[in-house]
């Protein structure tokens, strides 16, 4: 069956190091957006992609890449780790044939000490 | 500027009973309103969409019903089970192949025996 997988799913890293999550699916999605799920401010969009070679800001975009070598993955990387990062991360995916479903990955819970 | 306003963030109703949380939305652009379950430990899925061409829609005990000129739109749990606790999230979109969603803040519902 198709899926969208993260790794990992937990992470603890320090102050400044750069951390890279990964992000995997098998739908042959053009559409993947990262967001992150802080409490008392929902999901927030990250960065996302509509294809490879295409990235875009989202809107806490701050401290954040992304690169789309393929259709199947698109890796988020945090260039030096803040304790402001400390959240969960989602990955998803969309057709953009009209269906307008975001798919969902598991998450990964990342700890910035 | 929070695009979608989302209430309460936090709900407990009795087994038996009608949940309701309650969206609103700012951009007239907005024509795709999902509404996402999201049980803790797992990534978001979607329940249920509405265009805005249709006030109300209805899958099994979930009901999405819609009020374009008062940009908001609701959703209703009826006869709520203990299965339903979850985080809810409303949102919204510009369709058209690029589905870049904009998420509420979340609303916790607490299903009790």
């Known amino acids: 069956d198709a899926e969208i997988t993260q790794s990992p799913r937990h992470k603890i890293t320090e102050t400044g190091r750069q951390v890279t999550l990964a992000c995997h699916q098998t739908w042959n999605h053009n559409n993947m957006f990262w967001y992150r799920q802080d409490l008392g401010h929902g999901l927030r969009l990250i960065h996302y992609s509509y294809g490879v070679q295409d990235t875009n800001k989202g809107e806490v975009s701050d401290g954040y890449s992304v690169s789309r070598s393929n259709t199947e993955d698109l890796p988020l990387t945090l260039e030096s780790a803040a304790s402001s990062q400390t959240s969960v991360y989602f990955c998803?995916?969309?057709?953009?044939?009209?269906?307008?479903?975001?798919?969902f990955g598991p998450g990964t819970r990342l700890t910035v000490l | 500027q929070q695009q979608v306003k989302q209430s309460p963030q936090s709900l407990i109703v009795q087994k038996g009973g009608i949940s309701i949380i309650n969206c609103a939305y700012e951009?007239?652009?907005?024509?795709?309103f999902p509404w996402y379950q999201q049980f803790p430990g797992k990534g978001p899925a979607l329940l249920i969409a509405?265009?805005?061409?249709?006030s109300e829609k209805k899958e099994g005990r979930f009901t999405i019903s819609f009020n374009k000129s008062a940009k908001q739109f609701s959703l209703h749990i009826m006869d709520s089970q203990p299965g339903d606790s979850a985080t809810y999230f409303c949102?919204?979109?510009?369709?058209?192949?690029?589905?870049?969603?904009?998420f509420g803040i979340g609303t916790k519902l607490q299903v009790i025996p």
């Open positions: 509405i265009r805005p061409d249709v």
């Open positions: 949102a919204a979109a510009n369709s058209g192949g690029y589905q870049k969603v904009t």
């Open positions: 951009n007239t652009a907005f024509d795709y």
């Open positions: 998803a995916s969309s057709d953009p044939g009209g269906r307008d479903t975001q798919y």
